[in-house]
């Protein structure tokens, strides 16, 4: 088993592992491990932009982008955490475009921003343009633009290395585990410390816009060692994915103003947010389109509507809003070129021609491995930070989107975030000294391992994960009961059961194991599945993305805090709700707190 040695390990090289990565290597000896190659991470899904409050091409303001983050969150966002990703985000962004991101300009010059749900004006009013893109391509220039500074700053990059576990001490942490993909040989990385930024978990689920690799490997293996998950309840389905793969179609698409029609060709939007339509939240819009499908008013009575961004049905609309503005063919193909690439090709559908079908799909994870505001990884309702380990981007919650995350703040969150924990970091270092590594470093891991390598049992991997991505959905998606629930728990730790005693792997070998490693990949979306069900039963109100039909009125009363999950020795999960939600900006102006959300 060979040894490396780095001052500071990130795991995961998207968005925020190559920020941090970024800042950490200005003062400290870095590597960045990841299983895939940098550029393919999942961030460069990211498609209709990065929110910040430049005000470029209308009045805006970072307390405006706090407030929207807080309501767009149902009030269970910690606002300090809101201020601060939207007072850095002005300066985040600029920093991307000197760092050489090619944005997209203003006939001016200035980077040029569009329209996203749940993103206002006036605390609350108009939709304001505030997502500053490239095409519908920023998430790709970013990771591009953040790589290409990490290789100029002497980053050190272990591509093709899958971490299979974290390196605790009594201490803190002493750095990980990880499988050369190529041989399959461990080999131990030693550090001061550790920053996991191993993203989502959307594979959670059946219908998914993540990639085959967002399988939650970072959020599982730090609650193994103890570090709690924290409202895992939270997992947002985005409105719009492409019927029937799942594929994410930006918001960018009603921002440049496609429209949400059912199969009587109503704009349905109107019936369930009045003032914004299909610029409200996407838990808002989500729950729309589940209700006109659960009313038989889906497009052929089938599980999807229409998203049109046709010229002819724009410009009708914008013309009944009253707005000057209009588009054509050629400005969607500029605007939206990935898009309408992705549906030619998947469906041959044109979308400058005809509707695009859409239904929600499993999205993005609000809750995850708890931070403070530096980055650091807390333990327990009082926020004590666990030395030497960091988390940012997805896998983390800071809990600035709350209950549910508004489009554009997943990239600010990753900047923001990811350079704070790499800020942060390089001061760790610099005052603390190296950890030794326990004598059976990496022992664990290499026996769980062997343990799949050698399995013989009944039932294979894709069975077992087919199984638990359709209980999930059915019963732990966009609406829920606790019977539902329930349901899905007990089918989960049946399956998480055969995952341990009855499973069979056919590839035994050491060389690019697919097998072995999406085996074990599956045994970490069964603790996800687990815990997120368990922390869904637990939450008795409707709250954002936690729509419980058997309590459907938000409970401020009861339920103004964060859950916080730990395993237990009996291989269970213990639940507390000790920790509440931080209220800084109600404390002084009054329209920070919570009230009824409408749009």
């Known amino acids: 088993m060979q040894t490396h040695q780095y001052d500071a390990v990130i795991v995961g090289a998207g968005g925020a592992g190559l920020m941090a990565a970024l800042y950490a290597s200005r003062g400290v000896k870095v590597a960045v491990i990841s299983k895939l190659y940098p550029t393919r991470s999942h961030t460069g899904a990211a498609q209709g932009g990065i929110g910040a409050a430049l005000g470029n091409l209308e009045e805006d303001h970072p307390e405006w982008h706090a407030f929207d983050t807080v309501k767009g969150g149902d009030y269970l966002s910690d606002q300090d955490a809101a201020l601060r990703l939207a007072e850095e985000a002005v300066s985040a962004v600029i920093e991307l475009e000197h760092l050489g991101l090619p944005f997209d300009r203003t006939p001016d010059g200035r980077i040029s921003q569009r329209r996203f749900g749940g993103h206002t004006s006036g605390f609350g009013g108009q939709p304001v343009r505030r997502a500053c893109h490239a095409a519908d391509r920023t998430g790709h220039m970013i990771l591009q633009t953040l790589y290409q500074q990490c290789i100029k700053n002497d980053v050190m990059f272990f591509d093709e290395y899958h971490v299979i576990d974290l390196i605790r001490t009594a201490n803190g942490v002493a750095g990980v585990v990880a499988v050369n993909i190529d041989d399959g040989e461990l080999h131990v990385f030693h550090s001061k410390a550790v920053l996991f930024a191993t993203g989502g978990w959307g594979r959670v689920w059946e219908i998914t816009s993540n990639a085959l690799t967002l399988t939650g490997d970072g959020t599982a293996l730090t609650y193994r060692r103890g570090v709690p998950m924290q409202d ?49 939240s996407r838990d808002v819009v989500a729950r729309a389109i589940y209700l006109e499908v659960r009313e038989g008013r889906g497009i052929k009575g089938k599980r999807y509507v229409h998203l049109d961004v046709t010229p002819e049905t724009v410009n009708r609309y914008l013309a009944e809003a009253g707005e000057s503005r209009r588009i054509t063919a050629e400005y969607v193909e500029e605007k939206l070129p990935d898009i309408l690439d992705f549906t030619r090709t998947y469906l041959g559908v044109d979308p400058v021609k005809e509707p695009m079908p859409v239904q929600p799909t499993a999205h993005y994870g609000m809750g995850g491995i708890p931070t403070d505001l530096e980055g650091r990884v807390i333990m327990d309702a009082q926020r004590t930070p666990l030395p030497g380990l960091y988390a940012a981007g997805e896998c983390a919650c800071v809990s600035v989107h709350g209950a549910n995350r508004l489009g554009t703040n997943s990239l600010t969150d990753l900047i923001v975030f990811g350079r704070a924990a790499g800020k942060h970091m390089v001061e760790y270092c610099a005052n603390t000294g190296l950890e030794s590594l326990p004598d059976d470093a990496g022992h664990e891991a290499e026996a769980g391992l062997e343990h799949i390598r050698q399995s013989s049992g009944s039932r294979k991997p894709y069975q077992i994960r087919s199984e638990m991505q359709q209980v999930m959905m ?126």
């Not at 949400?260 to 339509?277: C, Q, T, V």
């Not at 213990?574 to 509440?580: E, F, G, S």
Request: glycine content about 6%; some cysteine; hydrophobic content about 35%.
């Open 232 to 280: 895992m309840e939270f997992f947002q389905f985005h409105p719009t994915g492409l019927y029937p793969m799942g594929i994410l179609i930006t918001e960018a698409v009603r921002g440049e103003g496609g429209v949400l029609l059912n199969d009587r060709g109503e704009r349905f939007m109107e019936r369930y947010a009045p003032s914004i339509k299909d610029l409200a």
């Open 474 to 599: 059915d019963h732990v998606s966009v609406f829920r009961t606790a019977e539902g629930i329930q349901d899905a728990l007990d089918k989960v730790r049946t399956l998480k059961d055969q995952w341990q005693n009855d499973l069979s792997i056919d590839d035994r070998g050491k060389r690019f194991n697919s097998d072995l490693l999406e085996a074990w990949e599956l045994g970490c979306m069964l603790d996800i599945a687990e815990v997120t069900a368990v922390s869904a039963l637990a939450r008795e109100e409707s709250r954002g993305a936690h729509s419980r039909e058997d309590f459907p009125k938000r409970d401020d009363e009861k339920w103004m805090v964060h859950t916080l999950a730990y395993p237990t020795n009996d291989g269970g999960v213990r639940l507390n709700h000790d920790k509440k939600v931080d209220m800084t900006l109600a404390e002084k102006d009054p329209r920070f707190k919570p009230k009824e959300r409408v749009y």
